[in-house]
């Protein structure tokens, strides 16, 4: 069984924009797939499909074997999904709140939220940080929280938009390495201008106008 | 950015800082019930429930200074108050004093007394509350009290996302400066208005992207929130010694 099967996928905003015109895309289990485009090239518009937060329109969408349209809140638990501004995924006072949003939504017991939150945390490097406002971190920890505000529902696939955009080389440089661990255990769609993002996944797509233009295999690939 | 006009000082060590925000909410209530309900014209009485907040700021720890400043958001109101004097109250001769052309009667001058005293203390006490209990515990406290929900959940983004309104304000102002070093007052008003006209606009974006990312983790409109806080030994001798006071003060004094 793949992890995310998807066919003929298209997709047009209300204002009339066409973002997707067709994306046929597999991705295999523990498989880590980076999508390279310019601004507006779709990317973010397919991220948002893996998770049924976008309607499919035309197309299909398999996610572990289910059905998007069908099964859209058994997805949503199995897919986790970073967010390009850590400032919009982090909505609670404090951290602890913000990572056990997702599993307290699961209907999980107390005990096994806050095994979670632990656990989650101490994933991202931020083990004391349980009881910080979510303002009064620096961009860096914000994205790491924004991570494990995802880890804490223990998704198979995670699926990140512009991880590493603002960071700072020295920032940068440890982010890539928490993502190689991440990699390690789940499936991963990345999608980004960065090209660097391409050293951490198997394959890389070049997306331009909504569709998928070719795969990359090197960064000078890319520019012809 | 760092903001701190919220949680200041909620972070110091002192006995009031430890107490349970539940506790803490019961006292203020039953404070402010006691302050409304005990007539002006038993002045000694006022005085004792004064004592009773300065000696609980003095325990907090937290700068006097920074309370009393604080406090004087009720200007306003009372001034407001001390226009309609003239007006208020009955026609007792007496017991009048003129200023000018005005005659304020004895009665009025009560009932302004009542507003300005009743009012600082209340607001003292509230700032008593808010400066000794994080944000966040405050919220706890509220909803382990049975508030609803949805006010629960409206104060916490609140909390959550005015300091990135101010932020994003702070960014359009300098913005602005660097654009536009020199303004006269007028193109300066319209100016600020078409940025708070901005800040709405992209405020209501980023509620779109937040409920997205809400909807990305599981919410379906019921809001769940987690709650962790146990009363302490410590919480009960408070409130207890508290309540009493007030007690004592309203029957003995």
Not at chain 1, 115 to 138: C, P, Q, T
Not at chain 2, 153 to 177: K, P, V, W
């Amino acid at each position: 069984m793949k992890a995310i099967e998807i066919k003929n996928l298209h997709y047009t905003y209300p204002d009339g924009t066409k973002a997707l015109r067709g994306i046929n895309l597999d991705v295999e289990r523990e498989e880590s797939i980076c999508l390279i485009g310019p601004n507006g090239s779709g990317k973010s518009t397919l991220l948002l499909h893996l998770n049924g937060i976008l309607q499919l329109q035309r197309g299909r969408v398999r996610v572990i074997g289910m059905d998007l349209r069908k099964k859209t809140r058994e997805v949503r638990s199995k897919v986790g999904l970073v967010f390009q501004n850590p400032d919009d995924q982090m909505f609670m006072p404090t951290v602890f709140e913000d990572v056990a949003f997702g599993p307290v939504n699961m209907g999980l017991s107390e005990w096994e939220v806050k095994r979670r939150v632990r656990k989650a945390l101490k994933a991202v490097g931020l083990e004391r940080f349980e009881h910080r406002s979510s303002h009064h971190l620096s961009y860096g920890e914000k994205k790491r929280v924004a991570i494990a505000t995802v880890l804490s529902m223990e998704p198979e696939i995670l699926v990140l938009d512009e991880p590493t955009l603002a960071l700072d080389p020295w920032m940068k440089k440890d982010f890539m390495k928490l993502l190689k661990e991440l990699k390690k255990h789940h499936t991963m769609v990345v999608a980004g201008h960065d090209l660097d993002l391409m050293k951490l996944c198997n394959r890389t797509y070049l997306l331009n106008d909504g569709k998928i233009v070719k795969e990359i295999g090197k960064k000078s690939e890319i520019f012809k | 950015m760092k903001h701190h006009f919220l949680d200041q000082h909620s972070n110091l060590h002192s006995p009031i800082h430890v107490l349970d925000p539940r506790v803490k909410i019961i006292a203020l209530f039953s404070f402010l019930f006691f302050i409304i309900f005990t007539p002006i014209t038993q002045a000694p009485k006022f005085a004792f429930y004064g004592a009773l907040v300065f000696s609980i700021i003095l325990i907090s720890r937290v700068p006097l200074k920074f309370i009393l400043k604080r406090s004087s958001v009720i200007v306003p109101f009372v001034l407001l108050v001390a226009v309609g004097l003239p007006f208020l109250g009955g026609g007792d001769a007496a017991g009048s004093y003129n200023i000018g052309i005005f005659r304020i009667t004895h009665s009025a001058l009560l009932i302004f007394l009542n507003v300005l005293v009743k009012s600082w203390l209340c607001v003292l006490a509230m700032i008593v509350l808010t400066t000794t209990t994080p944000f966040p515990k405050l919220l706890n406290g509220f909803q382990r009290l049975k508030l609803p929900k949805i006010f629960i959940m409206i104060l916490s983004f609140m909390y959550r996302f005015i300091f990135i309104a101010i932020d994003e304000f702070g960014r359009m102002r300098r913005a602005r400066d660097a654009r536009a070093p020199s303004l006269g007052r007028i193109q300066h008003v319209k100016i600020v208005g078409c940025m708070i006209g901005t800040l709405f606009a992209k405020s209501y974006e980023r509620g779109e992207r937040v409920y997205t990312a809400m909807r990305s983790r599981g919410f379906n409109g019921e809001i769940k929130l987690t709650h962790e806080l146990e009363f302490k030994r410590s919480d009960i001798f408070f409130f207890s010694s508290f309540f009493s006071l007030l007690i004592l003060i309203l029957v003995v004094v």
